[in-house]
């Protein structure tokens, strides 16, 4: 697997800098941004959102990386990253306000947008139980002084960092009566989120307000926002967050039914499978976000992987799981570049309801997809891995033949299966 820009930069600096040697020695390693440019910007090589965008001679040694002044940063073995706990299912209808112009609600295409859409449709209200909830702070900021622990991934102890000044970001402040909300809002989805995205402007407005500060990580992705509350429970423990409340919320839209399913799966005609590697995405959602996020830019591989919770070899999966469904086209440039098909476009541009019902056909179309959602109906519940191997050995499937590879393969049709079911509104 060829090594990205970042991966080979901080190999140089770890080499440079006799990086490992010291983090023996002493537990942690500081380095300046103007350091870290001699090699390459800063602002590329020290921002990872997410544990998967790691560089890769971080991932060997068990490394995160944090900013501790506006021009430094800490390296260490230290718990940076804290995995997604989905909780609720559940989705809450909202209206929104007819005399709203300025905001399209269907056509989201940044955070802002979608902050500021929770916001006026009541969603971020009723997420904190307070109706007076109002605006109040955005944008970078400084950090100012605190000192906090942070757990070691290797051992059983704790690290001390202090912060001085050091560069925050919040994305919405909303203050009601008792509370205040700080924001952190992303437009895709992944499986963990870095910490200091809530902790830092947590401990900056906790010594700045009297209020509870409630750290609060927003998504948005496929018409549905995702709001995850959460308590640091000791706050000057870095790790000590726990999730209080998970809620999610969709602005007026229509409901699906089983007989609708069912209409796809009469009409459907099967297409000959294309000669394409067969999918290995189990998250169907993130073949629709990664969708979501294409028709905004075409994307290199590389910018996939720094911009979604994707290592290189999710992005080829979850790339051709769309080119599988032919909502994704790539072509060969200099470099591999992906973008929505014409297809992908007019699906994805759809209303909620429309979309996912022409989704479910387009997985509906193909043999194994086909077989195994009959078989769910047939059963009352969803087929195992041994049901769909059969069902996949029944089929033609374009280059797999080990029993292995089936059987890894089957965990993919079994989710988009359950996809399509949960589709269906059970009120």
């Known amino acids: ?235 000057e423990n870095y790790n000590s967050l726990v999730l209080v409340k998970q809620k999610n919320y969709i602005i007026d839209h229509e409901d699906i039914s089983l007989g609708d399913i069912l209409s796809i799966l009469d009409e459907v005609d099967i297409i000959k499978e294309p000669e394409i590697p067969f999918p290995q995405a189990d998250n169907f959602k993130r073949v629709i976000n990664l969708c979501e996020l294409l028709l905004n830019d075409d994307m290199k591989k590389e910018d996939i992987v720094s911009k979604y919770d994707f290592d290189p070899r999710q992005a080829d999966y979850y790339t051709n799981a769309g080119i599988y469904l032919g909502l994704i086209n790539k072509k060969l440039n200099s470099q591999l570049i992906y973008s929505l098909s014409s297809k992908g476009k007019k699906i994805i541009r759809q209303k909620h309801r429309d979309r996912q019902l022409s989704l479910a056909k387009l997985i509906l179309e193909h043999e194994v997809f086909n077989k195994s959602f009959k078989l769910y109906l047939k059963k009352g519940e969803s087929p195992n891995k041994k049901e769909i191997t059969n069902l996949m050995k029944e089929s033609y499937i374009y280059n797999v033949k080990s029993d292995v590879t089936l059987i890894r393969r089957s965990s993919t049709v079994i989710s988009w299966t359950n996809w399509i079911l949960s589709l269906v509104n059970t009120d």
């Open 1 to 235: 697997m060829s090594k990205g820009k970042n991966d080979i930069a901080w190999e140089q600096i770890f080499k440079k800098y006799n990086v490992l040697e010291i983090l023996n020695n002493e537990g942690y390693f500081i380095i300046t941004a103007s350091q870290i440019g001699e090699f390459r910007e800063a602002r590329l090589m020290a921002k990872f959102d997410h544990k998967s965008q790691l560089p890769e001679i971080f991932k060997i040694h068990g490394l995160s990386i944090l900013p501790i002044t506006r021009g430094s940063y800490i390296i260490s073995q230290f718990e940076a990253y804290k995995s997604f706990e989905e909780i609720n299912t559940e989705i809450t209808k909202v209206k929104f306000p007819e005399y709203i112009e300025s905001i399209d609600y269907e056509s989201i295409t940044s955070e802002s947008m979608a902050i500021n859409c929770a916001y006026v449709s009541g969603i971020i209200a009723d997420f904190m139980e307070d109706e007076k909830i109002l605006p109040v702070v955005s944008g970078r900021m400084s950090s100012l002084e605190f000192e906090f622990s942070i757990n070691h991934n290797k051992q059983d102890t704790k690290l001390q960092i202090k912060v001085s000044n050091s560069q925050i970001e919040i994305d919405g402040g909303y203050e009601g009566i008792e509370k205040l909300a700080l924001i952190e809002a992303k437009n895709s989805i992944s499986d963990d989120f870095l910490i200091r995205q809530l902790y830092y402007p947590y401990r900056l407005w906790s010594n700045k307000v009297s209020k509870k500060v409630k750290p609060i990580f927003m998504t948005y992705s496929n018409d549905i926002f995702s709001f995850y509350e959460y308590d640091f429970t000791e706050p």
